[in-house]
């Protein structure tokens, strides 16, 4: 819950307050846009999911940062052209997202069981099945940020250009 908490203060932050770098993309730029590869997402997208899952070991600070920064970068593109960067967003941001927030449960797992030992809730800091829930969480996150950078490398481009191209005339309204 905390994880889903942090990212969406992000997100209201940036719907807020956005990044004006966002309204650089315009539906002209469409046709000549290029897909990223998905080595580069999922370089990109593996540093950030370890980061959050490693911020177990720093009491989650730089899950905090993370998981706040991805949700203000989500609110700033959805606060710009809101059909065009669905368009360029819904196909792979479901599940990269998904990946992000569970990640950030990873990386606040260690310290909750930390602090609900030092308040006496448990008889030992972690057990096997912390342990556990903690890898699976990892793993998790990481399954789901590898479907998403192929989605995105692949599919999302083509799905936003035919959307957008069926849709021409609304868009002009």
């Not at 990109?44 to 720093?58: D, H, K, T, W």
């Not at 368009?87 to 260690?110: D, M, Q, R, T, Y």
């Not at 099945?129 to 940020?145: F, G, N, R």
């Amino acid at each position: 819950m905390a994880s889903l908490s942090t990212y969406a203060c992000g997100v209201a932050f940036g719907e807020l307050y956005p990044d004006p770098q966002f309204n650089l993309i315009k539906e002209e730029s469409l046709a000549t846009m290029k897909a990223p590869s998905t080595y580069n997402l999922l370089t990109n997208n593996f540093r950030l999911i370890f980061i959050m899952v490693a911020g177990s070991f720093c009491l989650g600070t730089p899950t905090i940062k993370n998981l706040f920064l991805n949700g203000y970068t989500t609110g700033s593109v959805l606060s710009t052209n809101l059909k065009l960067m669905l368009a360029l967003f819904v196909p792979h941001a479901i599940l990269e997202i998904s990946a992000i927030i569970i990640a950030g449960a990873a990386g606040f797992k260690i310290p909750y069981e930390i602090l609900r030992y030092l308040l006496g809730r448990k008889e030992r800091i972690l057990t096997q099945e912390d342990i556990k829930e903690y890898l699976t969480l990892a793993l998790i996150s990481i399954i789901l940020i590898v479907i998403a950078a192929w989605i995105e490398a692949n599919i999302t481009l083509e799905i936003a250009k035919t959307v957008l191209g069926s849709t021409k005339s609304i868009l002009k309204k």
